[in-house]
């Protein structure tokens, strides 16, 4: 992919060069003095979102900037004004879906009176995001990762992935202080098994499991959770 970069790069000067001498000859010879610029049919957050279902669909590494100006029906030199390079973009993507298409688990923690009902919420509507159509299966921070030899976009998706588990720890611990949860509670076990089954859950979407078996998967989670006499998550 840096292959790519660099030769989208090079070609960029070029195309700038041809395009300024081509404008020079045009109308009898005489110099136009208007900037080309980006195409005014350019919409720069539709380009964004077919770029974060392209890294969506075949992770990181995989997509190529080619591949990038064809499905942004953009040209190289557009792409890196836009959006900088190649990686620059595709942390743009990651910030964009984990607003429009990651926050399920943000808002269950947020909005939920217990560390369960948190992550029940979080693995139902996990579920259905994996699965739901017009877009690939499956979570863009666990697969875009995959075969990733860039090892600065590697640490940052497992960094964010880790986020979500500490989040869920910190939940679990802040009930076991309130008696919600027995003091014996392994949190930071616990909120490691949900992780798992959130990323376990993502890789079965991608290999075709349906909502309904994503969530039947959800209640065998859920059933291993430790109560109290008193817990009403």
Not at 94 to 101: A, D, I, L, P
Not at 207 to 233: K, M, Q
Request: aromatic share 6%.
């Amino acid at each position: 992919m840096v292959n790519d970069d660099a030769v989208a790069k090079a070609r960029t000067g070029s195309d700038a060069a041809n395009a300024g001498a081509a404008e020079g000859t045009a109308g009898g010879g005489k110099a136009r003095t208007k900037s080309r610029g980006r195409p005014r049919s350019f919409d720069r957050e539709t380009a964004l979102e077919k770029a974060l279902l392209a890294f969506w669909e075949h992770g990181y590494e995989a997509t190529s900037v080619s591949d990038l100006t064809r499905v942004m029906d953009i040209g190289a030199p557009s792409l890196y004004a836009a959006f900088g390079d190649k990686r620059s973009l595709f942390e743009e993507v990651v910030r964009m879906y984990g607003t429009r298409y990651g926050s399920f688990t943000d808002r269950a923690l947020t909005e939920e009176p217990t560390a369960r009902a948190a992550v029940e919420r979080a693995l139902r509507e996990a579920a259905t995001a994996y699965t739901e159509p017009g877009h690939p299966h499956g979570c863009l921070v666990v697969h875009a990762a995959t075969n990733c030899s860039t090892p600065e976009v590697e640490e940052s998706l497992r960094d964010r992935r880790n986020a979500n588990i500490a989040a869920f720890e910190s939940r679990i611990r802040a009930d076991v202080a309130a008696g919600a949860l027995p003091p014996t509670t392994d949190a930071a076990a616990l909120a490691r098994h949900t992780g798992a089954m959130i990323q376990g859950m993502s890789q079965q979407a991608r290999d075709g499991a349906s909502r309904e078996e994503l969530e039947a998967v959800a209640e065998i989670a859920l059933s291993i959770w430790p109560r109290t006499g008193t817990h009403t998550g």
